[in-house]
């Protein structure tokens, strides 16, 4: 299925069910992918998260409901999927900028969240440079953290550099990369599927282990807060990302799945995918993202 049927399939369902007790995994399962897949490839395609479209569309309509039939705020609540007034009040005023006693009032200013429409557009024209790569079974050294979900393709959040930034702060970052030999002092960013019915996925900051890393004592190192981190052989489609920050890995996301996916024959697949930060990098480039694939 062309991802356009597939995101159409999805917008339809979740329409279809705003009032049901729904979240990304039940859409995924629609639409026949790892939830995983859907919740990456859906914000990268929609610029939101399943949920969040869900939750924006709701309370849309809450406040529509509101102002023309001036329903009671408890039943309008329960209605779009809030157990309590409390939280109703909270997530509405967060939306629109007011209670929702005050949406009752005529020339109170509302927001509006229309359904998502699909509109074909001119793609492609320009040349992107890929390569890939076969790798067997690896391992790694790294300091991981959970992030929220809704935190995956989040432009706004900014908890993952942060992350970043805090390893370096209180040098934790270091103790890795002296296990590495000069010239080869390379870190990873690693990112884990995510579980079913888990509401986080898991970033690593990590070294890979190979015949040219020290020899270090593991359980030391686990004491110490650091982990290993396996990854079972893979096919990567390999992009380097150029730029000065971290937005150049968004638009390589972008074309990987606006232009690389629909045009060559693979398909995205639940296992880790991850920066590498070079030591040693050619000059302009990021980092090199390496994303899992499998043919169709």
Not at 56 to 85: F, M
């Amino acid at each position: 299925m062309e991802w356009t049927e597939t995101l159409q399939k999805a917008i339809n369902y979740m329409e279809a069910h705003l009032l049901d007790e729904i979240n990304y995994e039940d859409v995924a399962r629609q639409v026949n992918m790892s939830s995983y897949n859907f919740h990456r490839t859906f914000s990268f395609m929609a610029g939101m998260t399943a949920n969040e479209y869900i939750r924006n569309r709701r309370l849309s309509l809450a406040g529509q409901e509101l102002l023309e039939k001036n329903g009671k705020v408890i039943d309008i609540a329960l209605k779009y999927g809030y157990d309590t007034p409390e939280s109703f009040t909270k997530a509405f005023t967060r939306f629109h900028g007011v209670a929702p006693k005050y949406a009752k009032k005529t020339g109170t200013k509302l927001c509006l969240f229309n359904p998502l429409i699909i509109k074909i557009s001119l793609e492609g024209g320009i040349i992107m440079d890929y390569r890939i790569e076969e790798t067997k079974a690896q391992r790694y050294l790294a300091l991981i953290r959970a992030f929220s979900n809704e935190h995956i393709n989040d432009e706004v959040n900014n908890k993952v550099p942060d992350f970043w930034s805090e390893c370096h702060n209180k040098n934790l970052v270091e103790p890795l990369r002296n296990l590495r030999p000069d010239g080869k002092k390379d870190l990873y960013g690693l990112c884990s599927p995510t579980k079913v019915g888990s509401e986080t996925f898991d970033y690593g900051i990590g070294i890979l282990l190979d015949q040219d890393t020290s020899m270090f004592d593991e359980d030391e190192m686990c004491k110490a807060g650091y982990r290993i981190w396996e990854v079972e052989p893979c096919t990567y489609v390999v992009f380097k990302c150029m730029g000065s920050d971290g937005n150049c890995i968004g638009e390589k996301w972008n074309q990987f799945y606006k232009e690389f996916l629909p045009q060559m024959g693979y398909e995205s697949t639940d296992a880790t995918d991850y920066e590498i930060y070079y030591e040693k990098g050619e000059p302009g480039m990021f980092c090199e993202l390496w994303i899992p694939i499998k043919k169709k």
